[in-house]
């Protein structure tokens, strides 16, 4: 008995966990995501340990699923630990989910290239502007095992 009671606590736990992992935030495009040849010197993740430059990726177009980056909550400004983090955004009124990197700050939630947030609002992002969508950190394992580390960063490479 009592260690069906310490395995259902543990189960509520973990799910607990699971479910605060996930949070709603307001998301917006800027078109200046965009530009593949967008110097990544002019954004927060920039140069520094953390930067994406010091990684070895000089311009947006360089990053593994551009155009799928844009500015977020999460990078407090230069030289962030949380420059290159990658997160799974959701827009429940499509379903579609993609994973997005964090390149540059936020002032909240996030500002996407605008191909991204087509891709998320199917193809309604000027229309739209800004909403709210469903983000949890991607953790290795998503998308069906396609995320695995960068030899640079520890981020996405590839993703369908």
Known sequence: MKSSIVSTIALFLSLSNLASSQQVMTVAYDETYDNANLDLLTTSCSDGANGLVTKGFHVAGDLPIFPRI??????????????????????????????????????????????????????????IGRTDMTVTEAVPGDYNGLFFDHPKKGFIMELT
């Not at 500015?71 to 983090?85: D, E, I, L, M, P």
């Not at 909240?108 to 309604?124: I, Q």
């Open 70 to 127: 844009g500015a977020a909550f999460s990078v407090a400004g230069w030289n962030s630990t949380n420059c290159g983090n990658c997160y799974k955004l959701k827009f429940e009124e499509t379903g579609v989910e993609i994973p997005v990197i964090a390149m540059d700050h936020a002032g909240s939630g996030f500002n996407l290239a605008k191909a991204a947030m087509n891709e998320l609002t199917g193809g309604r992002a000027a229309e």
